[in-house]
């Protein structure tokens, strides 16, 4: 079984800075990509970033400049550092990672989700 998950989220005044985080445990063989998505009130989800296990980054455009996705190997964590939060990011937060477990299995696995909320 594995399991996502999620640190952080909070409510934060435009222009501040939030860091979550995201850790997996479980009977993890590997990782693969990791990312964020987030969901917005009666919004699809969306891609916010993902990371490639060396390390390979890839930012929507609404973030990149603001947002720095990064991972930890050893510690089978993704984390996303948000900064110059803007009343548009609030949202709910969602880890993802592809996890090949030890049946190698490959799948993706989803945190519960954590709430950001920018004020303005």
């Known amino acids: 079984q594995v399991q996502l998950v999620e640190s952080g989220g909070g409510l934060v005044q435009a222009g501040g800075s939030l860091r979550l985080s995201c850790a997996a445990s479980g009977s993890i063989f590997s990782i693969n990509a990791m990312g964020w998505y987030r969901q917005a009130p009666g919004k699809q989800r969306e891609l916010v970033a993902d990371i490639t296990r060396d390390g390979k980054t890839n930012y929507s455009e609404s973030v990149k400049g603001r947002f720095i996705i990064s991972r930890d190997n050893a510690k089978k964590t993704v984390y996303l550092q948000m900064n110059s939060l803007i009343p548009e990011d609030t949202a709910v937060y969602y880890c993802?990672?592809?996890?090949?477990?030890?049946?190698?299995?490959?799948?993706?696995?989803w945190g519960q989700g954590t709430q950001v909320i920018v004020s303005s």
């Open positions: 993802a990672a592809e996890i090949r477990t030890y049946t190698l299995s490959l799948n993706t696995y």
